[in-house]
């Protein structure tokens, strides 16, 4: 099983980037010697899921505590399990990922969840991160970045596809173009030392940069993010980017 996710080839250091983008976000590890990593597989094919299990079985800091056939078992499990991390797929009968992404945040909102899968359009990785994805990875990849982006999103990244990042990127660009198109609804008031640290957030600090810039402690930093988060209703510091660049706090250029 070992290519079952598409040509195998080295990924370099096993905690190194794991062939995606990677953005830090605002709840990470900290440390070593801590518990397995603990992952839910979601996915509607048997034989893909056996093939996960047996990749990650190799890993002796990752433990696959269960996994699920569609979107609906994977609510329940991950309720059950409370998993640090749901690797799951983004179309499945009787209930997709995306749907299933958001319920999953609602039932154990500590889960980190990646999306692994063949889809490769736009809607559906723009879709995934608004529900609350903090990864999103296509199949092709090889079986040494499986475990290796588990254990990033587990450290605060974000992670996606070179490929899907880059037409990120495009859309964010079109986003801050559409000039002609105005919010009906005002934005939340933020602080200038929120609206500082949102900036700098954009820019791929992490919170230990962002304090050193700022000359604040980092769980001052920590306090922020939080704040602009649950302010502006999001998810994670992916959307906190997406979020800055259409109110033009971050350009790009």
Known sequence: MADSFGPVHH??????????VGVDTEAGREGSGKEPIRVLVVDDHALFRRGLEIVLAQEEDIQVVGEAGDGAEAVDKAADLLPDIVLMDVRMPKRGGIEACTSIKEVAPSAKIIMLTISDEEADLYDAIKAGATGYLLKE????????????????QSQ????????LLTEFKSMIQR??????VPAPRLT???LEVLKLVATGMNNRDIAKE???????VKNHVRNILEKLQLHSRMEAVVYAM??????IR
């Open 179 to 184: 000039t002609d198109e105005r919010r009906l």
């Open 192 to 194: 200038e030392r929120e």
């Open 214 to 220: 700022l000359f604040i402690s980092e769980n001052t």
């Open 160 to 167: 996606i596809s070179p490929s899907m990042a880059s037409k």
């Open 141 to 156: 990849i090889s079986t040494d970045e499986v475990a290796t982006a588990i254990r990033a999103v587990a450290d605060g």
């Open 11 to 20: 990924a370099g250091d096993a905690h190194g980037a794991a062939g995606g």
């Open 246 to 251: 259409r109110e033009k706090i971050l350009e």
